[in-house]
């Protein structure tokens, strides 16, 4: 067992954990933060996006120990004292999601976007960054859509 | 996974012991191809080494002629630095290919060369400009340096610790990327640094990435995408897989060396 | 807040959860000592079991239990079951294999089940799957549909001879035979629909509790239908009596039709959570999905289409080799048949079709509905016939289309499916002309000088949507009715429980059916609350597949409201002192016709449930 510090969506936490457990494993089975979802094996899908330490990672592709004294923000932590964030509100007045499995990765991937690459995105580059987040029901374009007026709404 | 110790190394000499120590073990830098490897128990070492710490094994700067990018520089640092961006344009503009943006928030170049996967970007750019890859015991140059499908000269507990990048004249990398991984189904990397021209060639060969001389002669007379008129390579020795046939990547070297000179010239 | 129409552009009711991360999907429930299960699948596409050893893996850390086929038919747990019949055309049953839970003897694709594992934990469930030990005896193996009855070919279940599960056929053979006569063209076209992978984005997961207090069980499961899961484990696998089972179908991560089955691993984790006494939880992973989800499509068809001297198609010639898999899924039998031919029709006016289907069983995974399920294969299959006949006899395709397009409606197809309406002349013009048709030659010759390609692609679609209603399923052999439930509960205070036996997966539907409600209603959107997914609240319901939660569960949501509303009115006239028949129902108010005597709608519903002074031979207190 090897034990982990790390802050989550503020909040300092402290687990045990057997050294293959992954980061998605750690915040949905430990700390029941089940926003975060797995949606493949291969380090594809991107519906397990989190912020680690600012930087949006694929939480099935990183082991909970190397995220140790890191701090992570997942989708839970996003809504700031029950206010939606813009990149939220964004993708539900453009219908950007369906069943909403791929969703929480979408925007954890969108808002990281917005603050590398600032909030005037066009068409072309968004959908270039979406390249590691698959959705199955959309067809992308509502999602692009979001998270051009997401990405204006940051400002 | 199967299960594995885990141990964070605080420097590359804590590493080398570490690693020596633990005996059937694996280096982990971004884990961005060591982790789906686990995840799908392709692999099963009984303890990783994490160099993810070691703060000595990255950063970005221009020495001399060369210009050092440290082993766990990640792919988004690369892709976004000045000084890369100003020394070998072609090197960040690369680094802006590889998979998806999470994948280069994490993956860094050393364990993308130590991997050496046939498709994988950076090993182009490491034998199309002639880099040096420095290691915890020595200097490898690059045509030393990778052996084959996932091979490469390092020994067992041998840490890459820097890549030299002589700083070109000009350089230039196009892709065709696999749809859905962005590795590369074929990718070429064409430099030219006084009278040594290089184009490397990711993607398409059986045993990793390779050099192409009859391109490299014409490049030399001549360096624009013109010149590579009517040079073919054969498919013999290309991969054939079900992403394409060892013929269409015959024929996308060709197109590819074109766009990269076209785009470094 | 106010009433919404229908049509009106409204935000979801159901993203708020979903962008904050707060979904419960099947993978999100957390059971109180909840156990993992872990399937340890063939790694060959046919092989009869000689042995498993579980010895050392069952001594491994944390495994509760290992269980094979050998457990399942001790229990005496019943096969899984397709849910429709069809016979072939001498009459004669389909030949269905049997289908275990966990493969008993042999194995028939990449991906059957051999055992389970359940552990404290997945990894250990895993790490035990790795050290069974499986002795295989391999047997050549068929994957190809088209080889599937090649003498010689692996005979994959006893009871069906040369791997035929039905050789089924539609329409009239001889009058096509006779205008193939008279045909001054015939085009032949031999073409695959190649199989596919549904891969919704969320896994298939399930998690499995026994309640020995009250000996009934609880099944989550990403389901597109939950009652007829309850109502085939029930009554077929036998697994529990149906009113002590509940099965949940929370929020899931679409389905595209492939969580419209029963499958094995759901089977295995309610049957087990008794065994070991503890909730049994499984989540596929994605190389799982991809071996033991039920596939699509996968056909290999002969076609030929007659045509005269003036362009006319005469008739259609349709042979097809369905691929069904290693064992028929839940619906897997009607997919290629019900669901095809009858609208190989397309949009033309085809004097004579006939169709014959042989089902065919293969080492691959089961194949079943899928995204338009059959149709979209009838489609593939009259468009390309089509294009290449214009071709081959130099007609513009667009103009080969129209000229053989349906124009007098009503018009029956001769493979059985009515059409009502249509403009398809018009409908193709309007393309044509958006795409600027006429001129295409033009772009292509100019491409051409750019050293490019060009081209031009056109197809006409007509679907069968709603797969209804329930007299036309039982003529055809389903197993259920294709009706669907709904019932409208009101509270005293106004506000109103929409329960639907649909299944929303992405659809929509909390926003959509809630609308609806609410322009019938004349009450705001937040009133109303829609409820479904779960056999322990909704009556019965037949799911969501085939594009029939509009037409079908929003029905049956009318049916309902108008229900409520004539109650509502007889409760009015008793509170406004009025007749029955002067009450008249209109945005949101019970109103005395030719008076200013109104009440609201939630003042009615409270006054339905006070009822002191009711008249309870004629009205009961409540408003359902
Ligand atoms: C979805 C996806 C898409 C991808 N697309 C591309 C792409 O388009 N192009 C591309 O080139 N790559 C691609 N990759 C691979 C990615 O670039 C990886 O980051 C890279 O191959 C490995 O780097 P890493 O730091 O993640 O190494 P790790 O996964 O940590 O390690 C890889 C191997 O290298 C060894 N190693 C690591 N560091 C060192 C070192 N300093 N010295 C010696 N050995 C070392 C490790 O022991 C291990 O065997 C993709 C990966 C994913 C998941
Ligand atoms: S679950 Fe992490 S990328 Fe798919
Ligand atoms: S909304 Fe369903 S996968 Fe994206």
Redesign the interface.
């Known amino acids: 067992m090897a034990s982990v510090t790390l802050t989550v969506n503020g909040r300092t936490v402290s687990a045990d954990v057997d050294p293959r457990t992954l980061l998605v494993q750690l915040l949905r089975e430990h700390l029941h933060l089940t926003g975060t979802h797995v949606g493949c094996d291969t380090s594809q899908c991107g519906a397990c996006v989190v912020h680690v330490n600012g930087r949006a990672v694929k939480s099935c592709t990183l082991l909970a120990v190397q995220a140790d004294g890191a701090k992570v923000v997942t989708i839970e932590g996003l809504a700031a004292n029950g206010k939606l964030h813009p990149m939220q509100e964004a993708f539900r007045e453009n219908h950007g999601l369906q069943c909403g499995f791929c969703t929480p990765g979408m925007i954890m991937t969108a808002v990281e976007l917005v603050n590398r690459k600032g909030n005037n995105l066009d068409e072309h580059t968004i959908r270039e960054e979406l390249e590691g987040n698959l959705c199955r029901c959309t067809g992308y374009h509502n999602i692009v859509k979001a998270i051009a007026a997401g990405a204006k709404a940051m400002r | 996974m199967y299960k594995f110790a885990y141990h964070k190394a605080k420097n590359v000499k804590d590493a080398a012991a570490l690693l020596k120590k633990a005996g059937d073990s694996k280096l982990l830098a971004g884990g961005q191809t060591l982790i789906p490897t686990l995840k799908l128990r392709l692999a099963g070492p009984a303890a990783l080494v994490d160099i993810g710490g070691v703060k000595e094994l990255s950063g970005i700067a221009l020495k001399g002629k060369d210009l050092v990018i440290g082993a766990m520089t990640r792919h988004a640092e690369v892709a976004t630095s000045k000084v890369v961006r100003k020394a070998i344009p072609a090197l960040a503009a690369l680094a802006e290919t590889i998979g998806d943006p999470a994948v280069r928030n994490q993956g860094t170049i050393g364990g993308s060369i130590a991997n050496n996967d046939p498709a994988a970007d950076y090993p182009a750019a490491c034998l199309g400009l002639g880099a040096t890859i420095v290691t915890s015991k020595r200097k490898i140059p690059a045509d030393k340096f990778f052996k084959g499908l996932f091979e490469t000269a390092l020994g067992d507990d041998e840490i890459i610790t820097e890549v030299h990048f002589p700083v070109p004249k000009s350089a230039g990398y196009a892709k065709f990327p696999n749809p859905a991984s962005r590795y590369a189904l074929v990718g070429v990397f064409v430099s030219r640094n006084g009278s040594d021209v290089r184009v490397a060639v990711t993607g398409a060969g059986e045993g990793g990435v390779f050099r192409v001389a009859e391109m490299e002669k014409a490049l030399q007379k001549d360096f624009s995408a013109k010149a590579l008129d009517g040079i073919a390579v054969k498919p013999r020795g290309l991969n054939s897989d079900i992403h394409a046939s060892a013929e269409y990547r015959a024929h996308l070297v060709g197109v590819m060396a074109k766009r990269a000179a076209a785009s470094a010239a | 807040m106010s009433a919404s129409s229908i049509g009106a552009p409204v935000?979801?009711t159901?993203?708020?959860?979903?962008?904050?991360?707060?979904?419960?999907?099947t993978?999100?429930i957390?059971r109180p000592y909840q156990t993992h299960a872990y399937f340890l699948r063939s790694p060959h596409a046919h092989a009869t079991i000689k042995g498993v050893d579980a010895k050392k893996a069952s001594k491994m850390p944390g495994v509760l239990a290992i269980y094979t086929g050998e457990d399942i038919a001790k229990d005496k747990v019943g096969d899984l079951i397709c849910g429709w019949m069809v016979l072939s055309k001498d009459g004669s049953q389909m030949k269905a294999g049997r289908h275990p839970a966990l493969a008993q003897g042999k194995v028939r694709y990449v991906g059957d089940s051999v055992a389970v594992v359940i552990a404290e934990t997945p990894?250990q469930a895993?790490?035990a799957a790795?050290a069974i030990k499986v002795d295989y005896g391999v047997l050549p193996a068929v994957a190809d549909a088209a080889k599937a009855r090649d003498p010689g070919a692996p005979q994959i279940h006893e009871n069906a001879p040369r791997n035929t599960i039905y050789e089924w056929a539609l329409g009239d053979a001889a009058a096509v035979d006779a205008a193939f006569k008279r045909a001054r063209h015939v085009t032949k076209l031999d073409f695959i629909n190649n199989r596919l992978i549904p891969?919704?984005?969320?896994?298939r997961a399930a998690i499995g509790e026994y309640d020995q207090g009250t000996e009934s069980f609880t099944l989550w499961t990403t389901s597109q239908n939950p009652h007829v899961a309850r109502l085939v484990m029930s009554a077929f696998i036998g697994i529990a009596p149906e009113h002590k089972f509940r099965v949940i179908a929370p929020?899931?991560?679409?389905g595209?039709g492939s969580k419209i089955f029963i499958y094995p691993e759901e089977t295995v984790c309610i049957w087990a959570s008794k065994k070991v006494g503890r909730p049994v939880r499984w989540?596929a992973?994605?190389?799982e999905s991809f071996q033991a989800d039920a596939h699509g499509r996968d056909h290999v068809t002969h076609a030929e289409l007659a045509v005269d001297e003036r362009g006319k198609i005469l008739a259609l010639k349709v042979k097809t080799t369905a691929n069904i898999g290693a064992y028929m899924s839940t619906f897997s039998s009607a997919v290629p048949t019900f669901l095809y031919a009858p609208l190989l029709s397309g949009q033309y006016e085809i004097p004579a079709i006939y169709c014959e289907v042989d089902g065919v069983y293969t080492n691959t995974a089961p194949v079943d509905a899928y995204r338009g399920a059959g149709r979209p294969e009838a489609c593939f299959v009259i468009e390309r016939v089509v294009e290449v006949a214009a071709r081959e006899i130099r007609m513009d395709p667009a103009e080969f289309r129209k000229r053989n397009f349906i124009k007098s409606f009503p018009y029956q197809t001769p493979v059985a499916s009515l059409y009502d309406a249509g403009d398809y002349p018009g409908a193709l013009d309007k393309a044509l002309q958006l795409h600027d048709y006429r001129n295409f030659g033009k772009r292509k010759a100019e491409s051409e000088r750019n050293g490019k390609l060009r081209g031009i692609g056109l197809s006409s679609y007509i679907e069968a949507c709603g797969v209804a209603p329930s007299s036309l399923a039982g003529m055809l052999g389903c197993g259920v009715g294709l009706w669907e439930s709904a019932e409208i509960a009101v509270t005293p205070t106004g506000m109103v429980e929409v329960l639907t036996g649909c299944h929303s997966?992405?659809?929509?539907h909390e926003t959509t059916f809630a609308q609806l409600v609410s322009a019938k209603l004349g009450i705001p959107m937040e009133h109303i609350n829609v409820v479904h997914g779960d056999t322990d609240k909704v009556q019965f319901g037949m799911g969501t597949y085939g594009s029939r939660s509009g037409p079908v569960g929003m029905s049956a949501i009318v049916k309902a409201v108008d229900k409520v509303i004539a109650k509502g009115k007889k409760v009015a006239a008793h509170v406004l002192e009025a007749a029955e028949g002067d009450i008249e129902f209109k945005d949101g108010k019970f109103q005395v016709a030719g008076t200013d005597k109104s009440a609201e709608f939630g003042a009615i519903a409270l006054q339905a449930y006070i009822a002191h002074k009711f008249p309870t031979a004629e009205i009961e207190p409540g408003l359902k």
Do not use: M
């Not at chain 3, 891969?199 to 896994?203: F, L």
């Open positions: 935000r979801r159901e993203d708020r959860r979903f962008i904050t991360g707060r979904g419960q999907y993978d999100d957390r990894d895993k790490d790795s891969n919704a984005i969320e896994p929020d899931v991560g679409g595209f989540t992973e994605r190389n997966h992405g659809q929509g």
